[in-house]
């Protein structure tokens, strides 16, 4: 049996221990599953295993910690290295480090080695990469292989996009997230092999669908939900190999487009009431507890094409994973892995690491070839390094400082003694070193991801905030960065209630004031010309208020038991007890609906 095997195969059997979390004080579980995966990925120099301990935050916390490095979904305006230009970038202006365009970080007339420097033992290793990272610079955006997609981030081979986020392999899409293979799409979160798709949540090889959510090989049809195969058809749920229905009801072809005739989908008012009584006819039909397509042996949500994934959540194309989130494109044999993927294999703890990427342990935004990295950040095709940042193409580094792989070998193994003990750990609440150092931590660094006072992230604008909220006085008091509304004021900014219903007439843009927060955006005349193409209303909120509304709809990444309400069974899901949908075990579901 594979090692991870052995890891997903015992998360039914009993547990080894049940330590509580450090963060919010729950118990939780660590299985001899686990201890045998962490022994897997402990490393070995000259002949030595070197542990990496078991955790010492429950999974949730632990997953919480990563996603305050990630920004999912912004993009500031700060000034590039060196010569202070103003350039989009993921990095907020606040981040501690310089920041280069994309095209000048990839140059070969700087070297990130000339900022290394020698292993202190007489300070946490936290502390002293925290240094290192300050000065040496990091790329704007992750966008790779990427053609006119300025206004976006966490992307590789797109082209022509706008104002979307991580997205691959499309084409012509707008304001999406997390969309794969897909083809002039607007406002869409996690939809794959899709074209001319709109509104729409969770769908899979659609075509021309809007306003839909866990669909798959549907088209020309507006409002369903967990139809399959189905063609010019409204406000449905369940439904399989159908056409011409509305609401359920079958209709003729005559009566069908009569109806369709007067739907204005330019109309906002009339989408939104539309929206609002779907969706409560939605509410009477049943649903699976989770949604896993050609997935098999799993527990989590949304899960596609996946096989031996134990609690963990969007996952496309995994195999042998734990508490993973976000993954896609043949992930294997990782645990505490949050985004991206796309062909990596035994990661631990780690984020945002991306295309061919293996044995990582502790790395947040390593990507293309890396391999065998230990604590290294926003590293590119880099091999047996260890505390390193901005690197590119090299090996057998130790704080960005080169070493022979003799040197390397005999290092690393120091290091990780010095960090077992070392203090660091407590760095992880407090962004100043000499108070956190003296609160009282007794683990070290080694074994620990990055402490949330290295994220250059504002709580707020992390994706944290999405699945773990909180107020601005609850992040500040655990140490966490925020940003205050800073918006500018427009004075041609217009009410969004005094938009007019339907679609200007010309491509002229608009500057709106959210209907949700006040704050102003803008519309582009190319979202205009895309609203006219797909006949949808303009927006009335930001771009990121309309994605976190999307968002809700896949739920949040924690496991609630509940009864499955035709058999009385006990299921595992994401939707919280105070959800009013009719939830079916998924097995039962698929027998009804197959």
């Known amino acids: 049996m594979k090692i991870i095997e052995i890891v997903t195969h015992t998360v039914h059997s009993s547990c080894m221990t049940q330590p509580s979390c450090t963060v919010c004080g729950q118990s939780f579980t660590v299985t001899q599953g686990d201890l045998t995966f962490y022994d897997h990925m402990s490393p070995v120099f000259n002949g030595v295993k070197y542990a990496i301990p078991p955790p010492t935050r429950c999974p949730q916390c632990r997953l919480q910690r990563r996603l305050v490095f990630r920004n999912h979904t912004a993009i500031f305006q700060r000034p590039a290295s060196p010569d202070g230009q103003t350039i989009f970038s993921m990095h907020p202006a606040s981040a501690p480090f310089p920041v280069m365009r994309n095209e000048d970080w990839m140059k070969d007339d700087w070297d990130p080695c000339d900022y290394g420097r020698d292993y202190d033992f007489h300070r946490p ?8 990272r300050t000065v040496v610079p990091q790329y704007a955006r992750v966008t790779l292989r990427c053609e006119n997609c300025d206004y976006c981030n966490n992307l590789s081979d797109n ?68 139809c399959r195969s189905c063609s010019n058809c409204f406000g449905c749920s369940n439904l399989r190999h ?54 098999e042996n799993c527990t989590g949500n949304y899960l596609v094409e996946s096989r031996n994934v134990v609690e963990s959540c969007l996952i496309r194309q995994g195999e042998n994973l734990k508490y993973c989130f976000n993954l896609t494109e043949h992930v294997n044999d990782c645990m505490d892995f949050s985004l991206t993927g796309r062909h990596a294999e035994l990661i631990y703890e780690s984020c945002t690491c991306v295309i061919n990427v ?45 070493y022979t792989k003799k040197e390397y070998e005999t290092l690393v ?44 992230m504002p709580y707020n604008r992390s994706f944290a905030q999405r699945y773990f909220p909180l107020t601005r006085s609850e992040a500040q008091e ?62 009335r909120l ?19 038991e509940r009864t499955c309400a035709r058999t009385g069974k006990r299921i595992l899901t994401t ?19 197959q």
Request: proline content about 4%; overall charge negative.
């Open 159 to 226: 082209k022509n996009c706008y104002m979307v986020f991580s997205m691959s392999l499309s084409e012509g899409c707008m304001f999406c997230e997390d969309t794969y293979e897909c083809k002039d799409c607007l406002e869409c979160t996690k939809v794959y092999n899709s074209e001319r798709c709109y509104d729409c949540v969770d769908c899979l090889r659609c075509f021309n669908l809007q306003s839909s959510e866990a669909c798959e090989n549907c088209s020309e049809s507006h409002f369903l939900t967990y």
């Open 358 to 402: 293996s044995r990582l342990r502790f790395c947040m935004q390593c990507r293309d070839g890396c391999s065998d990295l230990f604590y290294c950040y926003g590293c590119d095709a880099c091999q047996n390094c260890f505390g390193c940042t901005g690197m590119r193409r090299k090996q057998y580094c130790i704080l960005n400082k080169q």
């Open 413 to 456: 193994p120091k290091i990780i003694d010095h960090m077992r003990n070392d203090g660091g750990g407590g760095l992880a609440m407090n962004r100043s070193f000499s108070t956190s150092l003296t609160a009282g931590s007794a683990t070290g660094s080694w074994g620990e991801f990055f402490p949330e006072s290295l994220s250059p």
């Open 242 to 295: 159908q056409q011409y229905c509305i609401f359920n009801e079958q209709k003729t072809k005559a009566e069908y487009e009569a109806f369709l005739r007067q739907f204005q989908g330019t109309s906002y008012q009339e989408r939104e009431a539309m929206r609002s009584r779907f969706q409560q006819e939605a509410l009477r039909y049943s649903r699976p507890h989770a949604s896993f397509h050609l997935s």
């Open 478 to 539: 655990r140490g966490f960065l925020w940003e205050d509304d800073d918006s500018k004021e427009f004075s041609n900014a217009i009410d969004a209630s005094l938009l007019p219903d339907g679609l200007p007439e010309d491509h002229t843009p608009l500057v709106v004031k959210s209907l949700q927060s006040g704050k102003p955006f803008r519309i582009t005349t190319q979202e205009i010309a895309k609203c006219q193409e797909l006949s949808a209303p303009l927006p």
């Open 125 to 132: 290793f936290f502390e002293q990469f925290a240094e290192l």
């Open 542 to 560: 930001t771009y990121q208020e309309r994605m976190d509304e999307r968002a809700v709809k896949l739920g949040g990444t924690r496991l609630f």
């Open 575 to 593: 939707y919280p007890p105070e959800y009013p949908y009719i939830l079916w075990e998924r097995e039962e579901y698929v027998r009804e609906f």
